[in-house]
């Protein structure tokens, strides 16, 4: 019983982490797959997280501990990569709708950006 | 007050890496945790508020958003992409602190199709980029109900304010 | 099932790496490597259940933070020479 339990939680997450590296894959620009990476891994990573720390007899602390980091950097980490690679140049950042943020720095810049 | 959770917090963590509750590991991770709040007073930025009731709805609403969000993904890398339209939408918030902030762009960065790239003070704004823009209202309602929800949650009293002479945003839309 | 999960994060992890190599810039690259650091910590997990021992799980931890002061350090690096 509660080998189905986590087995299935382990499976459902590990299926939704291949579904974001399929996204990182086939999405057609940078920003597209940041959006797979940073949301399918997270909440796949986390049922495997949980599959694990129900299934084992000692370690669990140290599962939470890297799960719960994970979490709070994740986030953090792609907005990072977000924001440096808006302002690097050469890179293919494809924009269909608005872009409030390229008018907010070309107005502190003076120059008119893409 | 706020030292003391911190040096609870870390002496906690320094012993789930030794994996053993010993009293030797407690003590040397007491002293550990102590040379560290002593050196390193990085949270000066006002007292931590966390209302339990608000910060519960909080919790659950972004648990939700969370599996929305991998529901949306998962259907846009499956199926053709007719539905992606991306762009960069700012959206303007009625002011919190540095951590609820940092909250909210956290929270945004997991929820469906949007993504926090630049936020900039005064006033405070949000620079998201999201993946479907055919309704940038909506992308700025969604952003908006979250603050709402984390202010209500971990707010200081001139957040709140903030809030009640503007509150025409219900928790409950989403 | 344990298998199935570690077979599952395989593919995950092989999806990672061709987009590691194929880039095209070096913000993809960074995306990738921070994804592939997601992927193994996950399997250290799912192995750490098939082989009912904490023993690596240590790992996952330095992982995790390397992984991210990692992909901090490389943004920066983006910002400043361009991807």
Redesign the interface.
């Known amino acids: 019983m509660m080998d189905a339990l986590t087995g299935t939680l382990a499976v459902l997450g590990a299926l939704l982490v291949v579904l974001a590296g399929v996204g990182v894959l086939r999405f057609r620009d940078l920003y597209s797959r940041m959006h797979a990476a940073t949301k399918a891994t997270t909440l796949g990573f986390a049922l495997v997280a949980l599959a694990a720390a129900l299934a084992v007899d000692a370690g669990r602390g140290k599962i939470l501990l890297a799960t719960v980091f994970i979490f709070v950097t994740g986030p953090a980490s792609a907005h990072f990569i977000g924001r440096a690679a808006y302002r690097a140049e050469g890179i293919d950042v494809r924009l269909d709708g608005p872009d409030d943020l390229g008018d907010l720095l070309d107005g502190a810049a003076g120059s008119p950006g893409e | 007050m706020n030292r003391l959770v911190r040096l609870v917090l870390l002496t906690a963590i320094w012993v789930v890496l030794w994996s053993e509750p010993s009293v030797a590991n407690v003590v040397g991770g007491l002293v550990v945790a102590g040379v560290i709040v002593a050196l390193f007073d990085t949270w000066r930025r006002g007292p931590v508020i966390v209302r339990p009731l608000a910060a519960a709805r909080f919790l659950a609403w972004f648990l939700w958003k969370l599996v929305e969000s991998n529901v949306v993904v998962a259907r846009t890398v499956v199926a053709p992409r007719d539905r992606i339209r991306t762009g960069i939408v700012a959206v303007p918030l009625r002011g919190c602190s540095d951590a609820v902030a940092t909250l909210i762009a956290d929270a945004i960065s997991l929820t469906p199709g949007t993504l926090t790239l630049e936020v900039r003070r005064d006033p405070l704004t949000l620079y998201v980029h999201a993946l479907d823009t055919r309704d940038v209202e909506q992308v700025q309602r969604d952003v908006r109900t979250l603050e709402v929800l984390a202010v209500r949650a971990f707010g200081d009293d001139a957040a709140l304010a903030g809030l009640a002479d503007d509150d025409t945003t219900s928790w409950r839309a989403s | 099932?344990?298998a199935?999960?570690?077979v599952?994060?395989l593919?995950?992890?092989?999806?990672?790496l061709?987009?590691l190599v194929v880039g095209?810039?070096l913000?993809?690259r960074?995306?990738?490597l921070?994804?592939l650091v997601?992927?193994i910590?996950?399997a250290v997990?799912?192995d750490?259940?098939r082989d009912?021992?904490?023993r690596f799980?240590?790992i996952?931890?330095v992982v995790?933070?390397v992984g991210?002061t990692g992909?901090?350090a490389?943004?920066?690096f983006?910002?400043r020479?361009?991807?």
Do not use: H, K, N
Not at chain 3, 11 to 16: D, E, F, L, P
């Open positions: 099932m344990i199935l999960a570690l599952l994060l593919v995950a992890g092989a999806c990672y061709v987009r095209p810039s913000a993809d960074i995306v990738a921070d994804g997601v992927v910590v996950a997990f799912v750490a259940v009912d021992s904490p799980l240590d996952t931890l995790a933070m991210f992909a901090t490389a943004a920066r983006v910002e020479r361009g991807g």
